[in-house]
T-cell receptor, first 114, second 111 residues
Framework: DTEVTQTPKHLVMGMTNKKSLKCEQH?????MYWYKQKAKKPPELMFV???????INESVPSRFSPECPNSSLLNLHLHALQPEDSALYLC?????????????FGPGTRLTVT | DAKTTQPPSMDCAEGRAANLPCNHS???????VYWYRQIHSQGPQYIIH???NNETNEMASLIITEDRKSSTLILPHATLRDTAVYYC????????????FGQGTELSVKP
């Protein structure tokens, strides 16, 4: 199984809602990532988890809260988002968080904040 | 990570080789050159990576110049399905797995 799955595929939420994005992989990878991609722009790294511990936070606002409950699962909890947070949210995994390993990306969750 | 420079767009005829250039003149000795592509509305897909030597896999070849200041990704027989944005990325070896995407090259393969 070389797949990273993400749910839901699409999400519409209001600014006062709380929602979560889910990412799962069963490749035994110990590094997982969240990226944000605005329309017609490249993906931007948000968070890196290594061995279920947060290792990198790229100064992401606290309304985005990541969680890695086990080595296969990565969540992104969303609260009080703004319309400018509408984007494609991509999850990725790699065997380790080293640059000698490629990252495998999921299909993304397209988020719209109204 | 070293900055990479790519042409914003390129065209290629179906069945011909697509040669995508990338400049990374400030690359350091411990930075890998990675290539990813992103087909419209999908997640990025890993293609190939290298450090010093040329590399080849089932998808593509990566040619890195001897001074490592530039590289070329070669898709030997481009198909319509290869239409995508191609990203060239220089990654420092021990920087926690960061992958910093530049603007990429939008490759259009035409019949």
């Amino acid at each position: 199984d070389t797949e990273v799955t993400q749910t839901p595929k699409h999400l519409v939420m209001g600014m006062t809602n709380k929602k979560s994005l889910k990412c799962e992989q069963h490749m035994g990878h110990r590094a997982m990532y969240w990226y944000k991609q605005k329309a017609k722009k490249p993906p931007e790294l948000m968070f890196v988890y290594s061995y279920e511990k947060l290792s990198i936070n790229e100064s992401v606002p606290s309304r985005f809260s990541p969680e890695c409950p086990n080595s296969s699962l990565l969540n992104l909890h969303l609260h009080a988002l703004q319309p400018e947070d509408s984007a494609l949210y991509l999850c990725a995994s790699s065997p380790r968080s080293l640059s000698s390993y490629e990252q495998y990306f999921g299909p993304g969750t397209r988020l719209t904040v109204t | 990570d070293a900055k990479t420079t790519q042409p914003p767009s390129m065209d290629c005829a179906e069945g011909r080789a697509a040669n995508l250039p990338c400049n990374h003149s400030t690359i350091s000795g411990n930075e890998y050159v990675y290539w990813y592509r992103q087909i419209h509305s999908q997640g990025p897909q890993y293609i190939i990576h290298g450090l010093k030597n040329n590399e080849t896999n089932e998808m593509a070849s990566l040619i890195i110049t001897e001074d490592r200041k530039s590289s070329t990704l070669i898709l030997p027989h481009a198909t319509l399905r290869d239409t995508a944005v191609y990203y060239c990325i220089a990654r420092i070896y021990n920087q926690g797995g960061k992958l910093i995407f530049g603007q990429g090259t939008e490759l259009s393969v035409k019949p």
